[in-house]
């Protein structure tokens, strides 16, 4: 299994990114993915998770209305909207996948990682 993120950059406060996330190695279309990061000095955070079917998604506080997670199964990818991005959205963004049903927020729920892709939010 691979998960290859990309689309990280830098970005003024208040603009916009949108992140990406391509599987390969298995039935993309049968797990729940997630978006975590992680800033410098910091331990790695849950962002968001949507379901399968892209029918549920569950956001972490600190993005909540400025971030939108979406999926293509015809397209193995999973995207990461971020709009009205704030100095504190520094971090490596990471994609993740969890074999298991629900949606949840613990690191040690997901199975495999992409590499990171890195985002700057200047002021």
């Known amino acids: 299994v691979q998960l290859q993120a990309s689309g990280g950059g830098l970005v003024q406060a208040g603009g916009s990114l949108r992140l990406s996330c391509a599987a390969s190695?298995?039935?993309?279309?049968?797990?729940?993915m997630g978006w975590f990061r992680r800033a410098p000095g910091k331990e790695r955070e849950f962002v968001a998770a949507?379901?399968?079917?892209?029918?549920?998604?569950y956001y972490a506080d600190s993005v909540k209305g400025r971030f939108t997670i979406s999926r293509d199964n015809a397209k193995n990818t999973v995207y990461l909207q971020m709009n009205s991005l704030k100095p504190e959205d520094t971090a490596v963004y990471y994609c993740?996948?969890?074999?298991?049903?629900?949606?949840?927020?613990?690191?040690?729920?997901?199975?495999?990682w992409g590499q990171g892709t890195q985002v700057t939010v200047s002021s």
């Open positions: 190695g298995l039935t993309f279309s049968s797990y729940v």
């Open positions: 949507i379901t399968w079917s892209g029918g549920e998604t």
């Open positions: 993740a996948l969890r074999r298991g049903y629900g949606l949840v927020r613990e690191k040690y729920e997901y199975d495999y």
